[in-house]
């Protein structure tokens, strides 16, 4: 899991449409900065605090780049990992080494007193989250390389 890229699709819903030959699938229409994009969720996607998706919802979804995608337009992908935000929130998603350094040096993480550090299923979690596959929320970062943020929340993917 540590050599995975995980890209995100960050935006406004605009659009939800649910697939009739199958109710476990849902596209989701996003609008960001470069335009629409549709993200699919199925079975497999981890949707945080199994929030009910809506249309005005800022949200960031993470699909594996490695994984194929169509050619088609608007850019479509399945998505991994799906989650609302704030508007003026950041997240990240990847896996972490043990100096909270992101697999591919996007991101580094100070943990604060402040920072809330759950389970995948909600639960405190009273370790160190080093090592693993962690969702990040986060609203600003230094200029340094790599960027260093304290995040508000971090999600362990156990």
Same mark, same amino acid.
């Given at each position: 899991?540590?050599?995975?890229?995980?890209?995100?699709? $960050?935006?406004?819903?605009?659009?939800?449409?649910? +697939? #009739?030959?199958?109710?476990?699938? !849902?596209?989701?229409?996003?609008?960001?900065?470069?335009?629409?994009?549709?993200?699919?969720?199925? *079975?497999?996607?981890?949707?945080?605090? *199994?929030?009910?998706?809506?249309?005005?919802?800022?949200?960031? #979804?993470?699909? +594996? #780049?490695?994984?194929? $995608?169509?050619?088609?337009?608007?850019?479509? @992908?399945? #998505?991994?990992?799906?989650?609302?935000?704030?508007?003026?929130?950041?997240? $990240?998603?990847?896996?972490?080494?043990?100096?909270?350094?992101?697999? +591919?040096?996007?991101?580094? !993480?100070?943990?604060?007193?402040?920072? *809330?550090?759950?389970?995948?299923?909600?639960?405190?979690?009273?370790?160190?989250?080093?090592?693993?596959?962690?969702?990040? @929320? @986060?609203?600003?970062?230094?200029?340094?390389?790599?960027?260093?943020?304290?995040?508000?929340?971090?999600?362990?993917?156990?």
């Amino acid at each position: 899991m540590e050599n995975t890229t995980f890209l995100p699709v $960050a935006g406004v819903i605009q659009r939800i449409t649910f +697939d #009739a030959s199958n109710c476990c699938r !849902l596209t989701v229409s996003i609008l960001t900065p470069e335009g629409i994009t549709n993200v699919v969720i199925t *079975e497999d996607t981890y949707v945080i605090k *199994e929030v009910r998706l809506r249309p005005g919802m800022f949200v960031t #979804a993470f699909y +594996d #780049a490695s994984a194929p $995608a169509p050619a088609i337009f608007p850019p479509q @992908y399945n #998505a991994v990992v799906i989650g609302q935000r704030r508007p003026n929130e950041q997240m $990240a998603f990847g896996y972490f080494d043990f100096n909270f350094t992101a697999a +591919d040096n996007s991101l580094q !993480l100070n943990i604060g007193m402040s920072t *809330e550090i759950v389970s995948s299923n909600g639960q405190p979690y009273d370790c160190p989250p080093s090592d693993k596959l962690l969702i990040v @929320y @986060y609203t600003s970062t230094t200029f340094s390389i790599p960027p260093q943020t304290t995040p508000r929340r971090i999600i362990v993917m156990c």
